[in-house]
């Protein structure tokens, strides 16, 4: 049969509307960086608004080697995904939460950020540029990048005189290489990826440097990822590298509460509202380590991860194991109701989702 999504159409400098497949192996999709077509781009003065931007051919960027994004880290983003639904229509999930968050921390950061409606207006207008990079239902999803960089230069440590939010996309399977396999964490107890004061609870680009070194010796060991432990008492649990993290204890869900130094993950407070509507009890409160031993159920929470089941953990050396190798009874539930929401294939009472 022939798929719906199959017309004839041609990428051009100018876009034009395509609603071809791209052709590559929707089979094989991992969470590699995939070139699309189209990117976004929208510049603001500092002390100004963004002006009105405007969608270019996908490729390499030219800044100043004075860029503050470059010289200061003075940069920011987000993670959003789209979901091409049965009848071919793409829903995008919760974009307003990601446009709130990315003020949030561009206040943090010193950064001017788009209003809420230029922010949804730059992902929709993107994704629809690259609608052919939506994978087919049940292959994937497009994860949308937007970026927030301070484009202008310094050379003081100052914020920056220009700044730029770039959305790209790029087509996506499963985050982990384990797929929907539980992955295997260990704790690390000596390098910390956020402090009190510090900004780990923005999405700033800085935070995810500053995991990379624990996560290398990590995976040089073997294991999927690294989870982090609060930096004051070394006791409490904060995230993974890249997703938040919940355990169950007699169908209760526990979470790490946002205290500064947790990126408040919208996957993490959709899966709270999906789990309290599912009638599970959900605690975001401080999660002790030694709580791991103890628990039925571990499992994280991201745009990327989405619900990833752990299947061990190892802490100064004792390993604890969960389950079967995939997702426990409580994340398997709150997985298929997430995702079902997300791809549009049961009905939307949350209002989540914005159909393209
Ligand atoms: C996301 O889940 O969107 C993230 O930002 C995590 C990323 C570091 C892969």
């Known amino acids: 049969a022939v798929s719906p999504f199959r017309r004839h159409a041609v990428v051009s400098d100018t876009y034009s509307e395509t609603t071809e497949l791209a052709d590559i192996d929707w089979d094989s999709l991992g969470f590699a960086y995939v070139p699309t077509d189209?990117?976004?781009?929208?510049?603001?003065?500092?002390?100004?608004?963004?002006?009105?931007?405007?969608?270019?051919?996908?490729?390499?960027?030219?800044?100043?080697?004075?860029?503050?994004?470059?010289?200061?880290?003075?940069?920011?983003?987000?993670?959003?995904?789209?979901?091409?639904?049965?009848?071919?229509?793409?829903?995008?999930?919760?974009?307003?939460?990601?446009?709130?968050?990315?003020?949030?921390?561009?206040?943090?950061?010193?950064?001017?950020?788009?209003?809420?409606?230029?922010?949804?207006?730059?992902?929709?207008?993107?994704?629809?540029?690259?609608?052919?990079?939506?994978?087919?239902?049940?292959?994937?999803?497009?994860?949308?990048?937007?970026?927030?960089?301070?484009?202008?230069?310094?050379?003081?440590?100052?914020?920056?005189?220009?700044y730029t939010l770039l959305i790209y996309v790029s087509p996506v399977g499963n985050y982990f290489k384990e797929g929907v396999a539980a992955i295997n964490l260990v704790v690390e107890h000596e390098l910390h990826r956020a402090t009190p004061g510090g900004t780990g609870g923005v999405k700033t680009i800085g935070n995810y440097a500053a995991v990379l070194k624990a996560q290398s010796i990590a995976k040089a060991k073997g294991y999927s990822d690294v989870l982090y432990l609060d930096c004051v008492h070394k006791k409490y649990l904060e995230e993974v590298s890249s997703c938040n993290i919940f355990v169950v204890k007699d169908n209760v869900i526990s979470t790490p509460s946002i205290k500064g130094t947790i990126l408040p993950g919208i996957t993490r407070k959709s899966i709270i509202d999906v789990a309290r509507s599912q009638g599970f009890q959900v605690e975001e409160r401080l999660v002790a380590v030694d709580e791991l031993f103890d628990a039925d159920e571990v499992f994280c929470t991201g745009t990327a991860v989405v619900v990833s089941p752990v299947g061990s953990i190892t802490y100064k050396g004792k390993r604890v194991s969960y389950g079967e190798g995939g997702f426990g009874a409580v994340s398997q539930q709150l997985y298929t109701v997430l995702t079902r929401l997300q791809m549009g294939l049961i009905e939307d009472k949350m209002n989540w989702t914005v159909e393209l």
């Open 38 to 162: 189209y990117m976004y781009t929208m510049k603001c003065v500092r002390g100004g608004s963004f002006s009105k931007g405007e969608l270019q051919r996908f490729g390499n960027i030219e800044l100043n080697p004075s860029a503050g994004v470059l010289n200061y880290g003075q940069g920011l983003f987000e993670g959003l995904k789209a979901y091409r639904k049965v009848d071919g229509n793409i829903l995008l999930f919760r974009p307003e939460e990601n446009a709130l968050r990315m003020k949030i921390g561009a206040e943090r950061m010193c950064m001017p950020s788009p209003t809420v409606e230029q922010f949804v207006e730059a992902v929709k207008a993107t994704v629809l540029a690259n609608k052919r990079w939506v994978p087919p239902p049940g292959k994937g999803s497009l994860y949308i990048r937007p970026l927030l960089m301070g484009t202008g230069t310094v050379l003081g440590v100052a914020p920056a005189p220009e």
